[in-house]
């Protein structure tokens, strides 16, 4: 079986790798001159299963007038994306009901919590350096509410694993200690030991690597125009104006999925959500944090990648496919962090911060697309949100699974792309 696979982000770095594994005639074809070019370049770096759940919680919207008008807060909507948003934009709202919520926030973490182990087998199985962090990671709430309704959300879930300790104000400083001199305004901070941090864009080439050590073949600079179908069945792709034949093809092509669907028939929800990124280079006695740290009301994260960097990454913001960098954006990014990490500040601020903007493709209920479409032959690996890195290796497995006719390891229900495509 020929299977070629759209994307060589992480999502489908890691969907290339596990069907090489399993002898398959992989064929990648990836628009730019190099791997994890896309959202996955210089994304949170955080590996955060117990926090993959959607979005859009119930309330969700009380947060649309500020979103709207204001572009100094962690969520910011462009009035000109306001028209391409609306369809997706009430189905993000109608999924934000409790029952829905919940639901899908289960389907998210258990696939997180899954592609935890596939990563962690994948990384032993290759020797697979990507400087990786496997301390854990906190998250940070600086109201009474904010952390009963996190420690509430994990106990809904009603999912095996789950392992997280409370801690206190001295003991918060004591794990982490450059969050000493803030400790004394966090409420609670919430400390999950089984998660990881790591550099996506490094994973992602070194996985990409190991393919081709496999038999994988990847071509770079190649750009998909059109999937070509006849009589409901895939016969291939036309790339460059050239027609490529499989028998299989998965699109892991993030926010351009979309594209390559909608001459078919098919819209696809997928919606880019843009985050924003910083990587700061530090002095060897600069006094950074060593575990990955979420500020869930900025809506930012910190992450160490190797001693010499420290990677700031957060915001969404609906902006449709612009991709252009909005220093406003950027300032407040690095404003946020340098409240949360005063000794830092004159570093964060002072540094050149190596600035970077992804597309983040998301769902309107969360769960990623993982799965066929009903063109035969055809499948989705995408819409993973701001949970590819956390969820890839585990979604690699599942589609491998259903591509190929194996039994998946995990239920592959809530990630059926017919749930939005009928």
């Not at 003991?171 to 450059?178: F, V």
């Not at 220093?327 to 946020?336: A, D, E, I």
């Not at 830092?344 to 697309?369: E, N, Q, V």
Request: hydrophobic content about 40%; proline content about 8%; aromatic content about 6%.
């Amino acid at each position: 079986m020929k299977i070629a696979v759209v994307g060589a982000g992480v999502v489908g770095a890691a969907t290339a790798l596990v069907l090489a594994e399993r002898g398959y005639d992989v064929l990648v074809l990836e628009r730019a001159p190099e791997a994890a070019a896309g959202a996955s370049h210089a994304n949170g770096s955080g590996m955060t299963p117990w926090h993959a759940e959607p979005w859009n919680a119930p309330g969700t919207w009380r947060k649309l007038p500020e979103a709207l008008l204001h572009r100094d807060r962690p969520w910011c909507v462009r009035p000109g994306a306001v028209p391409g948003l609306i369809g997706w934009g009430l189905d993000f709202l109608r999924q934000s009901r409790s029952s829905r919520y919940y639901r899908n926030a289960r389907h998210c973490v258990r696939l997180a919590l899954y592609s935890a182990g596939c990563l962690a087998r994948l990384r032993d199985q290759h020797a697979l350096e990507y400087r990786q962090v496997l301390r854990g990671s906190l998250e940070l709430y600086f109201s009474p509410e904010s952390l009963g309704e996190a420690v509430d959300l994990r106990r809904r879930l009603d999912l095996p694993g789950l392992d997280f300790q409370r801690l206190a104000h001295d003991e918060l400083a004591a794990l982490e200690p450059a969050l000493e001199p803030i400790a004394d305004q966090v409420h609670g901070a919430l400390y999950f030991p089984g998660h990881e941090s790591g550099d996506a864009c490094l994973f992602s080439r070194r996985a990409m690597d190991k393919a081709v050590e496999l038999g994988a073949r990847v071509e770079f600079d190649r750009q998909v125009g059109r999937v070509v179908a006849e009589h409901g069945r895939l016969r291939g792709l036309e790339v460059d104006g050239s027609l490529v034949e499989a028998d299989a093809c998965i699109l892991a092509a993030g926010s351009d999925s979309p594209r390559l669907l909608s001459p078919l028939g098919l819209k696809l929800p997928v919606y880019p959500v843009k985050g924003y990124s910083a990587t700061i280079d530090l002095a060897p006695d600069d006094p950074a944090p060593t575990l990955p740290v979420l500020d869930l009301a900025r809506r930012f994260v910190t992450a160490r990648l190797g001693p010499g960097r420290l990677r700031i990454a957060g915001l969404a913001e609906f902006a449709g496919q612009d991709r252009k960098i909005d220093p406003r954006r950027v300032k407040l990014l690095l404003n946020n962090a340098a409240t949360l990490l005063p000794a830092l500040r004159k570093r964060i601020l002072g540094s050149d911060p190596h600035a970077w903007t992804g597309l983040r493709p998301m769902t309107p209920d969360g769960p990623p697309l993982i799965g066929a479409t009903p063109v035969r032959g055809l499948y989705l690996n995408t819409g993973h949100g701001a949970m590819g890195w956390t969820q890839a290796a585990g979604s690699a497995e599942l589609i491998a699974d259903l591509v190929t006719g194996a039994e998946p390891a995990i239920d592959p229900a809530g990630f059926e792309p017919a749930r939005w495509l009928g």
